[in-house]
């Protein structure tokens, strides 16, 4: 208590506006009804929420805050096998070679006409630049592509309204691929340039391509927004750093009045692109796929992209500026408000859309930045809120014309009305809000009932668990005129963006139960014990293994020898939902397999010792899950014990 | 008494949860947890088992060579990891003699549709306690099921 108490002073001391005081009074007495969803009954919308530092993509139930899944994406999962079996390790495969960990920050939901669709959604790897594709039939991490001269893929992986495009703007601003990197840090302005790719997605596959990046000034992208509707055709970067520092960012980014927002008119660049205007550049990039009947994913590198230069290339992108190193660049439902969120401001400035084609129309011009057109703030300005409160990093919209902006410093969420930029209403956040989601609040079509903050920091929320805490979030309800908190729930890693859809559109999107037997195209399936074997080749031993409640088949295996490699190609042969069987054997270097019905997976083991290995199912399966195991005999190697394998038949020699 | 009326909301809500509970609709395929141990004898016709077939739709001619063939494949693929050809208890019961013991409507009911039958049928309960594994729900299609049927009549034929 009095720990907590102390807790809460600190941090009004530190955050001097921050008025959580009476944490509990800030809660009316209905908040449990509306949160609750009563055992056996289903969430109304799923919540997909980066996993941070995680590397991972984790599913909750609204209003519940129940987490249901966590996706493994850019970082390895021993739990599910992925990037431990050898059909997923290509998934994580890069031009550095294999990457087990990465850092993913925001979540962007496939639309169709600016409405979310429930087919997929993207992830951004904020380290080693890459964007991911998760299919929404199966949960799983579908196709993930690195970006070549990135270096940090931070404005990434926001959309336009038919998911035409999915953008990857670099936060680090670095030499080009091709160029030569060995450089002074100092000689950032000569040497360093932005990059941003425009990667296209197969709206029936939803397969993607770098269809062209962007080459810009050296400057930080950091969050990004498609236009809609009118706005359609455009996009919108916040950059900062226009400073262009290589060292102390802290100081030397914060200098300057005003940073910009980009705006790409990249229906324009497109017409560059098809007139030939674009320049081949050589690159290194991985790009990965899963293929969910071969139950296998593949690794192509890459070694070409086309690049568009935009200090050449006049007209596709224009500086809009923008007070104090801007975070949020968000366009409201009509697409005619583009929201600036410039964290060190203490103003969030709206602009226009309209105002923005008339100043361009006009040349309503302050310069130029580095061979960029920098628009008149005024000429594109619609308005600003005053006072809104410290540190605003990011707006969503309710559709009913009002916008909601996380305030990082005071620790709030202020909503406010677009038309007549006036505050409505402040609800105080524990503690320190990054990202807010409303369902479909980025959308024409926001869904808009709860309103979710995710929390930088998390202090006294929740029971104490030694010095690192949960990542805490926290659910409102945003259907009357005031927000009204209605319950805290921990998330995993720390989460940056999530997006939420009403859970009828995922549920009734085709969801896999089970993947058919019969459609496995795994070059090493068992489908069937009496396909079940062992192969040796040379000192590679294959075993097409199949699993059933509750037993391997094979089971008993011996003539492994010292020096061999063996595969355990393990087939799940159940076909019920709901039934995968796991997969461990005894001093494996990596992980255990968890296999779904009608799925195969790879295991590779060498053993380093002669001697019994026992292997078991371990993801209970039934009431005889306990007896699912079986042996492995090694074997010095040239030891003379032949290969054989078998189950039920190997017994003991008769008296 | 705001708090007492608020519980009885609660409680009331679950109230009626339950009494149309099972209308979800993937109840049907939550094999594990058992739902009630008594069978509903009142509607469950042991003879025909539950589910879309019986005597109407489900009749025999000769023995069909080429369905069998591809029951056997099917088998080999989805049952015969727990059933072996002979009269021997592996995971479950051996398939001989099989179609003699059971009707052919009964088998097809039985191999679609496993998980409701396992609750009500007294037989599959008796032999539920000597297996101790619930028949998994294989995803048959009809046809799968009806050529399954033409592969055990075929394994019984042969001696």
């Known amino acids: ?655 | 008494m705001k708090k007492i009326s608020l519980m009885l909301l609660v409680i009331s809500g679950s109230v009626w949860m339950y009494s149309c509970g099972g209308s979800s609709d993937q109840s049907s395929s939550t094999a594990e947890a058992p739902k009630s141990m008594v069978p509903d004898s009142e509607t469950y016709d042991p003879n025909r088992g539950e589910g879309k077939f019986n005597e109407t739709n489900v009749q025999l001619g000769e023995l069909d060579a080429t369905m069998a063939k591809r029951g056997e494949a099917t088998s080999n693929t989805k049952c015969l990891s727990c059933h072996k050809l002979t009269d021997e208890r592996l995971v479950g019961p051996g398939w001989k003699g099989v179609t003699e013991r059971r009707t052919p409507y009964w088998l097809m009911n039985f191999i679609t549709n496993p998980d409701p039958m396992i609750d009500k049928d007294p037989e599959v309960q008796a032999q539920l306690e000597i297996c101790l594994v619930r028949m998994p729900n294989q995803n048959l299609t009809d046809e799968d099921a009806r050529s399954i049927v033409e592969f055990m009549r075929k394994n019984d034929s042969s001696k």
Not at chain 1, 16 to 41: L, M, R
Not at chain 1, 73 to 91: A, I, L, W
Not at chain 1, 324 to 350: F, M, N, Q, R, W
């Open chain 1, 1 to 655: 208590m009095q720990l907590g108490a102390f807790s809460i002073i600190a941090l009004s001391t530190l955050f001097p506006s921050c008025k959580p005081k009476n944490a509990t009074g800030a809660i009316d007495s209905d908040a449990a009804i509306k949160a609750y969803v009563p055992p056996g009954k289903h969430d109304e919308f799923y919540n997909f929420v980066s996993g941070g530092f995680s590397g991972q993509m984790s599913v909750y139930g609204l209003p519940s805050g129940r987490m249901l899944k966590v996706i493994p994406v850019f970082s390895v999962d021993p739990e599910k096998g992925y990037g431990y079996s050898e059909e997923t390790k290509p998934m994580l495969n890069t031009s550095h070679g294999f990457v087990p960990w990465d850092d993913l920050h925001h979540t962007e939901m496939s639309q169709t006409n600016g409405e979310i669709n429930g087919k997929w959604v993207f992830a951004n790897a904020n380290n080693t630049p890459r964007l991911a594709r998760i299919d929404l039939k199966t949960f799983k991490t579908a196709e993930i592509i690195e970006l070549p001269n990135s270096g940090g893929n931070h404005s990434s992986p926001f959309g336009t309204e038919n998911s035409e495009y999915i953008v990857a703007g670099t936060r680090f601003s670095v030499p080009a691929d091709d160029a030569n990197g060995d450089v002074p840090i100092n000689s950032y302005k000569q040497n360093f340039k932005g990059h941003i790719s425009f990667v296209s997605v197969n709206q029936e596959s939803g397969e993607m391509n770098i269809a062209f990046q962007l080459r810009t000034p050296g400057v930080n992208f950091d969050l990004a927004r498609a236009g809609k509707d009118k706005s359609h055709g455009w996009f919108f970067f916040s950059c900062y750093n226009t400073e262009q520092a290589n060292t102390l960012l802290e100081v030397n980014a914060s200098q300057k009045d005003k940073d910009f927002i980009m705006a790409v008119n990249w229906k324009k660049a497109e017409e560059y692109l098809k007139a030939g205007k674009g320049k081949k550049v050589k690159v290194r990039y991985a790009h990965n796929k899963y293929n969910e009947e071969a139950h296998t994913a593949t690794s192509e590198i890459k070694t070409e992209v086309t690049v568009l230069d935009v200090a050449e290339l006049k007209d596709i992108c224009y500086f809009i500026p923008c007070p104090k190193s801007p975070h949020g660049c968000d366009v409201d439902p009509t697409g005619e408000y583009i929201v600036g969120s410039g964290k060190l401001a203490a103003v969030i400035p709206v602009f226009s859309f309209n105002k923005l084609q008339k100043a361009i129309a006009d040349k309503a011009f302050d310069g130029e930045y580095e061979g960029i057109p920098v628009v008149k703030y005024e000429a594109a300005l619609y308005g600003e809120v005053q006072k809104p409160g410290l540190g605003p990093l990011h707006t969503e919209f309710d559709g009913r014309g009002n916008a909601y902006t996380s305030f990082f410093v005071s620790s709030e969420v202020v909503k406010w009305n677009i038309k007549d930029l006036k505050v409505l209403d402040r609800a105080p956040t524990y503690y320190s809000v990054g990202h807010l989601t409303i369902p479909g609040g980025n959308t024409r079509k926001p869904n808009a009932k709860y309103l979710i903050a995710y929390n930088k920091i998390t202090k006294d929320r929740y029971l104490p668990t030694g010095p690192e805490l949960t990542q805490s979030a926290q659910i409102y309800d945003i259907s009357g005129d005031k927000m009204q908190m209605i319950l805290d729930f921990p998330t995993i890693g720390e989460p940056h963006y999530a997006q939420a859809a009403p859970a009828d559109l995922i549920k009734n999107n085709g969801q896999l139960k089970i993947f058919k037997i019969a459609e496995n195209k795994h070059p090493r399936a068992a489908k069937g014990e009496n396909e079940a074997k062992v192969v040796r080749e040379g000192n590679k031993v294959h075993v097409y293994m199949t699993s059933i409640r509750s037993h391997f088949a094979p089971d008993n295996i011996e003539g492994i020898k010292m020096g061999d490699e063996v595969y355990f190609h393990v087939t799940n042969l159940e076909q019920d939902w709901d039934v995968p069987h796991g997969f461990a054997i005894k001093g494996a270097n990596n992980a255990e397999l968890l296999i779904m019905p009608g799925e195969t997976s790879t295991l590779k083991w060498v053993p380093d010792r002669v001697g019994i290995y026992p292997m078991y199912c371990t993801d209970f399966c039934s009431a005889l899950h306990q007896e699912m195991q079986g042996y492995i005999r090694v074997s010095p190697s040239g030891s003379n014990v032949p290969l054989t394998y078998s189950v039920g038949t190997n017994l003991p020699p008769k008296k």
